[in-house]
């Protein structure tokens, strides 16, 4: 079986394509700025969730100082809204590790660039969804699978 050989001029091509895919460094640094600004704020959602729902005992959180036992009802509503916290704080830290994902990505220079299909990410969805790995069409097609 012949090797195929590949001329010099589709070389320049492919690099000068994967050139064009690439973010120019000052749009890479708003991004960044973005993403920090994201991650620090879920951080602090998180510690917040975390001191009002974990560091408290139901009758704490409850709000509760009589002597009196607490309800079956009220223990449920309770148990609910810990509950209901804890898959916040659960969907938060998914985030964060999205967001150090695209971090990393920015770093390595690749960040806009789909992961799927190798090709740039609009703006205006990098721009609504920062850490997003996927342009719009794969992500739907994705969708779709699921």
Do not use: V, W
């Amino acid at each position: 079986m012949k090797k195929k050989r590949i001329s010099a001029k589709s070389r320049n091509l492919a690099k000068k394509t994967l050139k064009e895919k690439k973010m120019p460094s000052k749009e890479l640094k708003i991004f960044k700025k973005i993403l920090l600004k994201y991650k620090e704020d879920i951080a602090d959602q998180i510690k917040h969730i975390s001191d009002n729902t974990l560091k408290k005992s139901q009758r704490d959180a409850a709000g509760d100082i009589s002597s009196y036992t607490l309800h079956m009802a009220d223990m449920a509503t309770d148990t609910y809204d810990r509950e209901f916290s804890l898959d916040l704080a659960s969907n938060e830290r998914k985030l964060l590790y999205e967001i150090d994902d695209a971090l990393k990505r920015i770093d390595e220079k690749n960040f806009g660039i789909c992961e799927k299909c190798s090709k740039s990410i609009n703006k205006p969805r990098l721009k609504a969804l920062p850490y997003t790995r996927m342009c719009l069409d794969c992500q739907r097609g994705l969708e779709n699978i699921k």
